[in-house]
């Protein structure tokens, strides 16, 4: 079993930054590819970007030139740096991360538990 947490999300005015960090924590798992949604009052969970075990990186239209995602596979963790926010990037961030557990081979998916972003004037 495979548990995210979340954290560094907050308040912020337009055009400031933020950093969000998830760290996985588990045994017997092998962390694949990480990734960061959001979802927007009355609006549908989407992908704002995503990060391979190789440190293939790929965004959202969206946020593309204002977030950068990262990861250490050292401490199974990935970074969400967000910049330049606008009212449109509120929503609540969540992390995602795929694993290989590896006494059956089998893959997961997992989940954090969200943390809140808000982007004011």
Do not use: H
């Amino acid at each position: 079993q495979v548990q995210l947490v979340e954290s560094g999300g907050g308040l912020v005015q337009a055009g400031g930054s933020l950093r969000l960090s998830c760290a996985a924590s588990g045994g017997g798992f092998a962390i694949t590819t990480m990734a960061w949604y959001r979802q927007a009052p009355t609006k549908q969970r989407e992908l704002v970007a995503v990060v391979s075990g190789v440190g293939s990186t790929n965004y959202a239209s969206s946020v593309k030139g204002r977030f950068a995602i990262s990861r250490d596979n050292a401490k199974n963790t990935v970074y969400l740096q967000m910049n330049s926010l606008k009212l449109e990037d509120t929503a609540v961030y969540y992390c995602n991360a795929d694993a290989i557990e590896t006494d059956t081979g089998s893959y997961a998916t997992y989940w954090g538990q969200g943390t809140q972003v808000t982007v004011s004037l």
